[in-house]
């Protein structure tokens, strides 16, 4: 990988010492490069300052597109294309379109939106991203600091300060 | 956790304006009365309306609180008392029910036309073999046993559930006993909601449509009163917040109602749709006969029941912010609480008005035997007849095609009644129960 990175990382045991951590960290300006945790934890998109997802915009435009094919489609299809009676009904049969729709708004709003959040994070077959250390997909938390952006020294006693477990330095 | 007044107290002004609700539902219960036509239909529909509106959302309340419970749910025990409150209006419900159910037994009106006894009369004129044969279930004692029983079972076990948790606040939690208990009967109220209200719905509201039956309308019905508790509960906290009081209701509470608002809005739908595709789909005419009136007779407030209840919660309430915002989240609750209150107009008068038409000399069809396989097909010549059967050409009349004035002012004094109880129950026990054991998850709570 051609962006090598000097980082400093310390690991904690518990997501309440990693939230007053972040907290602390802020206050005290140091630029955090990013927090791995095992699971989603409340409260930390903002106090890390991320924005909102959008995901769910492109989810609603998704949906709009698979409603519109599966309603306009099977419109087409039943009143000028291929026009059959079925069960005495009118080729136009709207409740019987329905669930359909909904399938295809269901279908093509899931599908893509799970290849929208592939592309965005560069996930996908065959990538390899570098962990951290593999502990934090199992029990540790931890907050990562980019040795080119902050002081080494202040980072570790920031660490040592609040109550990491293990403190490491890596070259990713 | 912020400083919070506890106990709620319930004001001179608010009382007042709650008592001119009443007034006014009585004044129209009253001119409504004056003004009818000689069975009093208008009258004793509007009042079955208004009961099992709001009986059922008491049940609800105490269903879902009992669900929670039950669940080991923690996020809602900092507003429970509103819940235990709501649940408590079955107290004046039932009583309700109780007098449509007496009145059924005397004959003060012709809600349900399963009540006539000409009908059972076997070689009679208007002997009805359907109805004939549904008798042992359609009858005014099971009515009103049903009624009687079920709604004391209820009464009793939301009682206990409510009484445990204010003496939980008052007497100590005695380790985790009391709250064992409460979850004991919370459990044991659980069936009897769900087969019992089951039940109650046939009789109360599908009955009136005798000839007429869908497995799923429980269902439906049920979801109704569900979307429309969250409504309720959404409203009543935002009152009480402005008022001061719930302080620690926060945003994160309101999402998740906001949540259940929203997603059970699409579950009524899907319900209402089920319900009417499959319908539509088979094509039987005794139950298409149940559409056909209300899309024929009824075409603004069928597609406003979807427009009201599922399109605008659908796009107002799909993103995270309008889930948030008390404005937004108010304004729909309020919406569909009316919503909901017209979709049970239209499942209550098309088939009373079809009854009163009957019994007021337009049933000609009930010619013996030989006519009840063809009694749909003939049922639905009668539509535009029975639409009209008012006296008027349009398909507009007030109070039975749409609702009128005296209809909403009907509800409007309901709905007081229901506040006033709801407030004052609330005013005699802490707000918030500090000695449930999971008050502290529910301070925290995060969506």
Known sequence: ?172 | MKEEKLNYEFEGGTKMWLAIGMVIGVVCLGWTFMTDDAIHTRFWSNFLHNSVFFTGISLMAGFFMCVSITAWAGWYVVFKRVWEAISMFLIIGIPLMLIVGVGIMLHMHHLYHWGDPAMLEVGGDNYDKLIDGKSGFLNSKFYIGATVILGIIWVFLLNKVRSISIAEDKEGADGFNKHYSIRKYAAAFLPFAGFGSAALVWLWIMSIDPHWYSTMFAWYTGASWFVSMIAVTILVLQHLKGKGYYQNVSNEHFHDLGKFLFAFSIFWTYLWFSQYMLIWYANVGEETIYFKQRIDNYPILFYANLAINFVAPFFILMRNDTKRKMGSLGFTAGLILFGHWLDFFLMIKPGVLHTAHEVTGGGGHHGGESHAGGHAVAESGHDVAHAAGHGADSVFELGFTIPGLLELGTFIGFLCLFMYFILALLSKAPLTSNNDPYIDESLHHHT
């Open chain 1, 1 to 172: 990988m051609a962006d090598n990175k000097n980082i400093i990382y310390g690991l904690y045991n518990d997501e309440v010492d990693l939230l007053k951590a972040v907290k602390e960290a802020n206050g005290d300006h140091l630029e955090i490069m990013d927090v791995y945790t095992p699971f989603p934890v409340h409260g930390l998109d903002p106090l890390l300052g991320l924005a909102e997802s959008r995901l769910h915009i492109a989810g609603f435009v998704y949906g709009t597109i698979g409603f519109l094919t599966a309603f306009l489609g099977m419109s087409w299809i039943f009143t000028k294309d291929w026009p059959i009676i079925f069960g005495g009904k009118p080729h136009w049969a709207v409740p019987a379109f329905i669930p359909i729709t909904f399938e295809l708004t269901v279908l093509f709003a899931s599908i893509g939106m799970v290849v929208t959040f592939y592309i965005i994070n560069g996930l996908g077959p065959g990538v390899v991203n570098p962990t951290i250390d593999l502990r934090i997909t199992d029990d540790k938390f931890c907050i990562a600091f980019d040795k080119s952006e902050v002081d080494s020294s202040k980072v570790e006693s920031f660490l040592k300060r609040s109550g990491a477990s293990e403190i490491h330095s890596k070259t990713i």
